[in-house]
């Protein structure tokens, strides 16, 4: 199974600050890797899609980056709604696997 | 934006078998495009995948649960659905039915199942 190792594993921030979470694949994955929002008791929601392509409908204050191992997803400008979990998800071998999730606390 | 429903026991018995099933509205099951998948998560723990399947009835799944899991999907009442069998409490969590394209474009709700008798 392809691993997905993210850091930080949680990090506190302010409304306003500009945040980079980092996924790292065990193997090379190409551009196959999308980017979930978890908020709490709902399901996760996704962001990003092929590393760096925008969800339709979703704030352009989050951006993707990356490929083949290495991928970063980036706030712009943290908004009170932006506290969350955030994990990443590669498809491009099966079993998909998820990275462990970063929690993004206010600080 | 379709949407996808969860339905199911909330509250299953070790040894006994899961099944859940996904309704799907506002998009066909039958569509050439996508898989539709299963994922589920532990009471505050990470996501993991279940398996995944296609409307031919085409599937994947997660080696890790495979002796145990069974995808099917009905396409006359767009619908797909789950069997665990063998549940533990390690199997308690919550299940979520997606739609399946460049990962996971969609996601159910969620369903709670707990394991325990």
């Known amino acids: 199974d392809i691993q997905l190792t993210q850091s930080p594993s949680s990090l506190s921030a302010s409304v306003g600050d500009r945040v980079t979470i980092t996924c790292r694949a065990s193997e090379g994955i190409g551009n196959d890797l999308g980017w979930h929002q978890q908020k709490p008791g709902k399901p996760p929601k996704r962001l990003i899609y092929?590393?760096?392509r925008l969800q339709s409908g979703v704030p352009s204050r989050f951006s993707g980056s990356g490929s083949g191992t290495e991928f970063t997803l980036t706030i712009s400008s943290l908004q009170p709604e932006d506290f969350a979990i955030y994990y990443c998800?590669?498809?491009?071998?099966?079993?998909?696997?998820f990275g462990q999730g970063t929690k993004l606390e206010i600080k | 934006q379709p949407h996808l429903q969860e339905s199911g026991p909330r509250l299953v018995k070790p040894s006994e078998t899961l099944s859940l099933t996904c309704t799907v509205s506002?998009?066909?099951?039958?569509?050439?495009?996508?898989?539709w998948g299963w994922l589920r998560q532990p009471p505050g723990k990470g996501l993991e995948w279940i398996g995944s399947?296609?409307?031919?009835?085409?599937?994947h799944y997660n080696p890790s649960l495979k002796s145990r899991v069974t995808l099917s999907v009905d396409t006359s009442k767009n619908q797909f659905s789950l069997k665990l069998t063998s549940m533990t409490a390690a199997d308690s969590a919550i299940y979520y039915c997606?739609?399946?394209?460049?990962?996971?474009?969609?996601w159910g709700q969620g369903t709670t199942v707990t394991v325990s008798s």
């Open positions: 092929a590393a760096s």
């Open positions: 399947l296609y409307y031919t009835g085409n599937t």
């Open positions: 998800l590669q498809h491009n071998s099966y079993p998909y696997t």
């Open positions: 997606a739609r399946v394209i460049y990962g996971v474009d969609v």
């Open positions: 506002g998009a066909s099951i039958s569509s050439s495009s996508f898989y």
